[in-house]
């Protein structure tokens, strides 16, 4: 039996996942409704974490804190370990998550005004953030090839000649969980760099491979180009920490961390409260065999969902490499999504994501989380089954 077997009741906690689809699914009682939504696991964390997480609690003052050299070396040392990529501690700099960061570089390294490109369809904060703060968003979607996207690279370039100023990449991407190649990445270098672009690099979801895949962070494979990378890291997806708010940016450029430094001293940010720091670092340190089980299960999740809704004629999804949510296409189901999300919330009792909340790209699609005991995931596919039969 695995320790992720263990289904944990996680109602009238204050969890966005289980206590708030009456605001975000417009319900009047959603006590019967199983969420397989947000990117949010199931699992408890590893035991190292809950023990550190004790210990500081049990100091029973909560002053000031910074984060230790311990805290930043475990960085250092994950990023070595996991994705062979050697990075300075002098690089890193906290945010309390990522799209905090990905704000905060857009606001201190563009102008109002200036154009921001993303590839649709993608995690929303990609369009909202940018606008939010005075850019223009500039869109370049994605193609389906193989039953998997692909940068189409003659459109990517077209959108970068538009006087684009900055690129936000999903990498590895999300909705789709696609693992972008070396090829792939190096090519997005060589345009951004043709048009003297910055690219800001969401990897928060690296640790997440699949069945053997490999990340490849962005500024690795960069060479003299890395300092116009703003690579965007944390350990709360991996780890499933997202409520305790840590998060960090890789930036080798000198002047693009002054000015983020700038920003954070501006704003009055930048701080990470004293328990965010002592949950990485032991997440780091003693989380390795913990992650390598739960990929293990979450692989075989995702193989039993994928088995069981291919019966359901029109249902199509590819095992994503990187993450711990499927991507189900239902577009020759020809149901319009309104109807769609009615049927699974009303008669299914299922809460999934529709697909045009990554844009336009994704209609047609739903996204399903299976980080969640293999009970639980059963229970999502009957009723997905029962939403649809």
């Not at 090829?183 to 690296?206: N, Q």
């Not at 340190?285 to 299960?297: H, I, K, M, Q, R």
């Not at 189900?328 to 008669?347: F, G, N, P, T």
């Amino acid at each position: 039996m695995s320790i992720f077997d263990n289904t944990i009741n996680r109602r009238h906690s204050n969890s966005v996942k289980w206590d708030a689809m009456e605001k975000v699914y417009g319900l009047k009682d959603a006590s019967e409704i199983l969420p397989m939504w947000v990117a949010d696991m199931d699992f408890a964390p590893p035991v190292a974490v809950s023990q550190a997480l004790q210990e500081q609690a049990s100091n029973a003052i909560f002053g000031y804190s910074f984060v230790s050299e311990q805290a930043l070396q475990s960085i250092v040392d994950w990023q070595e370990t996991r994705h062979g990529w050697h990075i300075d501690k002098q690089s890193i700099l906290f945010n309390n998550g990522v799209v905090s960061a990905l704000a905060n570089v857009i606001v201190a390294l563009t102008h109002p005004e200036d154009k921001v490109l993303i590839s649709t369809p993608v995690y929303p904060p990609f369009f909202n953030i940018p606008k939010s703060n005075g850019r223009e968003v500039v869109t370049c979607p994605l193609v389906v090839k193989n039953g998997t996207f692909v940068y189409d690279f003659v459109a990517f370039e077209q959108a970068l000649a538009q006087d684009v100023k900055a690129y936000i990449l999903c990498n590895p991407h999300n909705p789709g969980g696609y693992v972008w190649d070396e090829a792939t990445l190096k090519e997005i270098v060589r345009l951004c760099t043709k048009y003297d672009v910055l690219i800001i690099s969401d990897e928060i979801h690296s640790d997440l491979m699949l069945d053997g895949s490999v990340h490849i962070p962005l500024a690795k494979v960069a060479g003299d180009e890395v300092d116009r990378i703003i690579t965007c890291m944390a350990p709360t997806k991996t780890f499933n920490l997202a409520g305790i708010q840590i998060a960090y940016m890789i930036v080798t450029d000198k002047q693009k961390r002054a000015q983020l430094e700038a920003l954070n001293m501006a704003s009055g940010h930048g701080s990470l409260n004293s328990f965010a720091p002592i949950a990485m670092q032991a997440a780091y340190s003693a989380g390795a065999a913990w992650l390598d089980e739960l990929l293990t299960y979450i692989s075989k999740n995702m193989e039993y969902v994928i088995t069981e809704l291919a019966q359901l004629p029109g249902i199509r999804i590819a095992k994503p490499q990187g993450t711990y949510l499927l991507w189900i296409d239902y577009r020759d189901m020809a149901i319009d999504e309104k109807v769609m999300m009615q049927r699974l919330l009303e008669i299914g009792q299922l809460a999934l994501e529709p697909g045009t909340k990554y844009g336009e790209e994704g209609r047609g699609f739903l996204r399903m989380n299976v980080a969640c005991s293999f009970e639980t995931v059963k229970d999502g596919v009957s009723r997905f089954k029962r939403a649809l039969l």
